[in-house]
């Protein structure tokens, strides 16, 4: 079966800081037209900071679409034209003073595909120095170190709900046990 929906018109909808809004008219696989909601993003960069002891270094911060205080990996939006590798590095230095010896790219996954082309390229740092945070002017972060034991049951417990945040504890966990191997320790 072909899937695919040809694009027969657009309209710009909405341009903010950090998204654009498009609606979007479809031509379906059976002919019939439909219209989309598209929200434009540049990408962004996760960075799962994991130590020698197997600790991985989260944010705390406030996220007023959920009007609550979330726990995540640290991460960031692309520049324009920015390399996910810069962006990783620059997050976890804003966010949590960190510098990593070691990035490695693990993977790259989209996070809303129903409605949004956000790609989020998830990074490991290894090899961790500790430092002054830098975070911008408008975020208030506090950084908090913990197992991956401890994170697992906080997201099996809808205490940590955040996408990106479970993935990268996923991954942690395949890190530590060496079933994905980047020489961590």
């Known amino acids: ?102 990035l490695t790219r693990l993977v790259s996954v989209h ?5 949004s082309d956000e790609v989020l390229h998830l990074f490991a740092a290894t090899g961790l120095k500790e430092g002054e945070s830098c975070a911008d002017d408008d975020e208030f972060i506090t950084t908090e170190k913990y197992s991956v034991e401890q994170l697992t049951d906080m997201v099996l417990k809808g205490e940590i709900t955040d996408a990106k945040s479970i993935i990268g504890i996923l991954l942690a966990d395949r890190i530590i046990s060496g079933r994905i191997d980047i020489q961590y320790k």
């Open 1 to 102: 079966m072909n899937y695919y929906e040809k694009t027969i018109s657009g309209k710009h909808i909405y341009r903010g800081n950090i998204i654009d809004v498009e609606m979007l008219t479809v031509t379906l696989p059976d002919g019939r037209e439909a219209t989309r909601d598209i929200v434009r993003h540049p990408g962004a960069a996760a960075v799962i900071p994991l130590n020698e002891k197997g600790e991985i270094y989260m944010v705390r911060q406030f996220r007023k679409p959920l009007e609550a205080v979330s726990l995540e990996i640290p991460a960031g939006k692309l520049d324009k034209d920015e390399d996910p590798a810069i962006c990783a590095a620059r997050e976890l230095k804003e966010e949590t003073g960190l510098t990593a010896e070691k």
């Open 111 to 115: 996070s809303t595909p129903g409605f």
